[in-house]
C-alpha cells in the first residue's frame, strides 16, 4: 500500500485539531473537579500518599492499606501534588504528561515506519477518542498501564525488524513490562503477552523471537523495575500477595458479583460486553472502523498481506483485550484500553475501506477527519463547560462545593457525610470529611463541644433521628446532597423533608 500523502492543508488542519484538543484538556484540568468515586479515590490516595509521607503502601483509609492497585499511578500524582500542591492540577499534570509520552512515542514509531502523515493522523485519531481524552488527565490507574503495555509493543515490533538498537529496543521492552507490573499487576503483561504470543505463533518467529529478544537480562532488568516494590508492600502489609495476585486477577474476573472485594462493589455485565465498552471507548473512531464489516476481502487483503505485516500485529494488539475479557463478567469500560492506540494506528491502514482502490486521496479524508474531530471537540467541550459552569447538571458529581460552603462559613468546624463515603469531600476538605455510619456515631455530635457539619443525601434522610430536625440547619444544596449546620450556631430554622 502507498504511503499515505497529505496535502499542506489538511496537514495543518490536523495539527489545529491537536492543539485544539490538548488545550481544551489542559483548561479541563482546573476547571473539572474530582468526581466520585473513581478519580476522587485515587486522588485521596495520592493525597494521603504525601501526607503521611508513606510512598510504598496507598492507604484506602489512614491506617487501611489499599491493596487493589500498585502504586505507579499513585506516585505519579503524589509528586505532582507535592511540587504544585494538593489540587486538581497537582495531581492531573503528570498524568498528562504520561499522555504525551504515550502519543510522542507513537508518532515517531509510525513515523519511521509509515511515514510523517500518517504518523499525525494516527495521533490525532487516539486523542480524540473518547477513553484516551478521558484517562489523559484522570487519575487513574489505567493511563499507566497502557503506557506500559504500549512501551512493550513498539519495543517489541523494533527489536524483531530493526537490526539497528536492537538491543536497546529489547531491553526496552522489559522496561514497558516492569512499568505495567507497577501500574496494574500481572494483568498488563497479559495484555502485551497475548497478542505479541499470537503473532509469533502465527507468523513462527520462534527462533528470531529467542536471539533478538535478551530474555535474561531483559527479565531481570524488569525484575529490578517491579519486584522491590511488590516485596517490600508484602513486608509492610502481610496477605497483600495473596489478595492482590490471586483475589484481584483470578477470582474478581471468573466470580460474577465477586464479593471477596474490600474495595468497592464488583460488577456483573453480560459476557461479551467488552466489545460494547471497546466501540463506546474508541469512538467517534470506532464506528468507523467498522467499514471493515462491509469490505471483508478488502480489509483482509489489507490486514494480512502487508510487507512488513504491521497491520496484523496491530489487530491482535487491539483483540488481546477483547478476547481476554469476553469472558468475564466482572469488568469496566476501561478494560480496552491497552487496545486503543493499536486501533488509532490500524485505522489509517484501511484507508481503502472508503472507496474502490488503495490510494485514497488526502481530500476524501477531509469530512471523516472533519466529523470525526468536530464531533469529539464539540462533547469534550460540553463536559468542559458543565462541570465547570453547570455542576449540579453534570453526569456526575463531586463534593467539592459541599465542602467549600463549610471551609467558607466556618472552617474550624468538623464536616460528616451521613451514611455515605465521598471521596472527593476527603480530597477537598484535605482529609477533614469524615462519613458516619451509625446513629451512635451521630449522637456523639451532640456532646463532642465543637461545632459540625452534616451532609445528608436525599434518600438518607428518612434514617435521620427525628432529634436532628432540632439540632442541625440547612446550609446549601448542591447535586443532591444537603449540607447541615449545627443550629446552636444559627438562626435558621430547619425542615428536613423524609420523602
Known amino acids: 500500500m502507498p504511503r499515505l500523502t497529505l496535502a499542506a492543508n489538511d496537514r495543518r488542519l490536523l495539527w489545529i485539531a491537536l492543539a485544539v484538543l490538548f488545550i481544551l484538556r489542559l483548561a479541563a484540568l482546573f476547571t ?23 510512598w510504598v503502601t496507598p492507604q484506602y483509609d489512614y491506617g487501611i492499606p489499599f491493596w487493589a492497585k500498585p502504586p505507579l499511578s499513585s506516585w505519579t500524582s503524589a509528586i505532582g501534588i507535592r511540587i504544585f500542591g494538593s489540587n486538581e492540577f497537582g495531581a492531573r499534570i503528570f498524568v498528562l504528561a504520561t499522555a504525551f509520552a504515550v502519543l510522542a512515542l507513537l508518532f515517531h514509531w509510525i513515523k519511521r515506519w509509515r511515514g510523517r502523515d500518517q504518523a499525525i493522523l494516527s495521533t490525532v485519531i487516539l486523542s480524540s477518542t473518547i477513553i484516551f481524552y478521558v484517562a489523559a488527565a ?42 505495567g507490573l507497577l501500574a496494574k499487576g500481572p494483568v498488563a503483561v497479559v495484555m502485551a503477552g497475548i497478542p505479541i504470543g499470537a503473532w509469533v505463533l502465527l507468523r513462527n518467529q520462534w527462533r528470531n523471537t529467542w536471539q533478538y529478544i535478551p530474555w535474561i537480562t531483559g527479565s531481570l532488568l524488569g525484575l529490578c523495575i517491579a ?49 460494547i465498552y471497546w466501540l463506546i471507548a474508541a469512538a467517534p473512531w470506532s464506528f468507523l472502523a467498522l467499514a471493515a464489516f462491509f469490505r471483508p476481502r478488502l480489509a483482509a487483503r489489507t490486514i494480512f498481506r502487508s510487507e512488513d505485516d504491521l497491520p496484523f500485529y496491530l489487530l491482535l494488539w487491539i483483540l488481546a483485550p477483547l478476547v481476554f475479557f469476553s469472558p468475564a463478567r466482572n469488568i469496566i469500560a476501561t478494560y480496552v484500553i491497552t487496545g486503543i492506540p493499536a486501533a488509532a494506528l490500524l485505522i489509517p491502514e484501511l484507508r481503502g475501506l472508503l472507496r474502490r482502490s488503495d490510494d485514497l486521496p488526502a481530500r476524501s479524508l477531509r469530512p471523516i477527519l472533519g466529523l470525526a474531530t ?12 458543565v462541570f465547570a459552569s453547570f455542576p449540579d447538571h453534570a453526569p456526575k458529581h463531586s463534593q467539592k462545593p459541599i465542602v467549600l460552603d463549610s471551609l467558607g462559613q466556618h472552617p474550624e468546624a468538623n464536616l460528616h457525610y451521613w451514611r455515605s463515603r465521598q471521596y472527593s469531600a476527603e480530597f477537598y476538605s484535605q482529609g477533614r470529611a469524615q462519613p458516619i455510619e451509625t446513629i451512635a456515631d451521630l449522637e456523639l455530635l451532640r456532646s463532642n463541644n465543637q461545632l459540625d457539619y452534616l451532609a445528608v443525601r436525599p434518600k438518607d434522610f428518612k434514617t435521620l433521628p427525628d432529634w436532628v430536625s432540632k439540632s442541625f440547619t440547612p446550609v446549601s444544596t448542591h447535586q443532591g446532597t444537603t449540607l447541615l449546620l449545627e443550629i446552636s450556631q444559627s438562626d435558621t430554622p430547619l425542615t428536613l423533608s423524609k420523602k
Not at 242 to 258: A, K, M, T
Not at 374 to 385: D, E, K, W
Open 32 to 54: 473539572t473537579p474530582f468526581t466520585d468515586t473513581t478519580e476522587a479515590r485515587y486522588a485521596e490516595i495520592a493525597r494521603k500518599m504525601v501526607e503521611t509521607n508513606n
Open 374 to 385: 468536530g464531533l469529539s471537540m464539540l462533547i469534550f467541550a460540553y463536559s468542559m463547560i
Open 227 to 275: 519486584a522491590p516494590w511488590y516485596l517490600l508492600a508484602e513486608l509492610r502489609t502481610p496477605g497483600f500477595l495473596q489478595y492482590f495476585l490471586y483475589g484481584e486477577h483470578i477470582q474478581r474476573f471468573l466470580v460474577s458479583g465477586w464479593e471477596g472485594d474490600l474495595y468497592g462493589n464488583a460488577h456483573s455485565e453480560p459476557l461479551g460486553m467488552i466489545w
Open 138 to 179: 484522570a487519575v487513574m490507574t489505567d493511563l499507566s498501564m497502557m503506557a506500559g503495555t504500549t512501551l512493550a509493543m513498539v519495543a517489541f515490533w523494533n527489536a524483531m525488524r530493526s537490526p539497528d538498537r536492537r538491543r536497546l529496543w529489547g531491553h526496552l521492552f522489559f522496561v514497558g513490562i516492569g512499568i
